[in-house]
């Protein structure tokens, strides 16, 4: 009863009931699933036999931790779901099936991806030694940001439809206003960045702009602070009132 209540009071997610208790089998997978993309992603270079070559290798923390960070994210967006909702029907395992071929298929590409993004950077700054190694000019950096835009669109529609199909079952759920209100502003906020990385890899792949669209991702920040304003969650109190009203 005590690990309950320090449960419901302490942990990142103080407003939403977690519905996932025990660790399920398809949870189990997506971790090693995760866990294998994350070594893929960390060990995919070469290992260095000089002090030039060990230089270099230290440099790429830079795209490493990019890719990193964007693995978490995802990883992030999957458990906090299974914790909310607890939910694994048929369309949840398709769907989750679905995400994980996705993160352990772009694990290399998405490697490949940010060293080549970091070498525009470091041409820009007039080091240009990466980005000849890679063979890649303008067009094909441009070419490579719709690849990564269009693969981080597809994933994150993939997490939307698990959060909408939540939402669709907020009744068997018996998720209040306020969990109702905060999925609603995970699916805004989901469903912006799909949007924005659908219409950076367009703006990267048909215009002359290039890699150069990948600033139009800026935008999503924006975007999910306005669906915060527009998604109104009920007070705290209320919230706890309704939890309460539940056990």
Not at 8 to 28: K, Q, S
Not at 50 to 64: A, D, K, Q, R, W
Not at 132 to 143: D, K, L, M, N, S
Request: with cysteine.
């Amino acid at each position: 009863m005590v690990r309950d209540l320090v449960v419901r009071e302490l942990d990142h997610d103080p407003r939403f009931r977690w519905r996932g208790g025990a660790v399920t089998r398809i949870e189990n997978l997506s971790d090693i699933v995760f866990a294998l993309a994350f070594g893929m992603l960390v060990s995919s270079a070469a290992r260095p036999t000089t002090f030039s070559e060990l230089t270099g290798h230290l440099l790429t923390i830079v795209p490493v931790a990019a890719g990193f960070a964007l693995l978490v994210l995802i990883w992030n967006a999957h458990f906090t779901f299974f914790r909310r909702y607890g939910v694994a029907d048929g369309r949840i395992i398709l769907l989750n099936c679905v995400l994980l071929l996705l993160v352990l298929f772009v694990a290399y590409p998405l490697r490949f991806i940010f060293d080549s993004l970091f070498g525009v950077i470091l041409a820009q700054l007039g080091n240009w030694a990466v980005l000849e190694g890679t063979g890649i000019g303008f067009r094909e950096a441009g070419i490579i940001m719709a690849y990564f835009s269009f693969g981080y669109a597809l994933i994150f529609l993939i997490i939307s439809l698990m959060y909408g199909h939540a939402l669709g079952r907020s009744q068997q759920l018996e998720l209040s206003e306020t969990e109702k209100a905060i999925t609603r502003q995970s699916l805004w906020h989901y469903g912006c960045q799909a949007g924005m990385a659908t219409v950076t890899g367009l703006v990267a792949l048909l215009t002359p702009a290039g890699p150069i669209a990948g600033a139009l991702m800026i935008l999503i920040g924006p975007l999910v602070f306005l669906g915060s304003r527009f998604i109104k969650t009920p007070a705290l109190a209320g919230h706890s009132q309704e939890a309460g009203a539940m056990q």
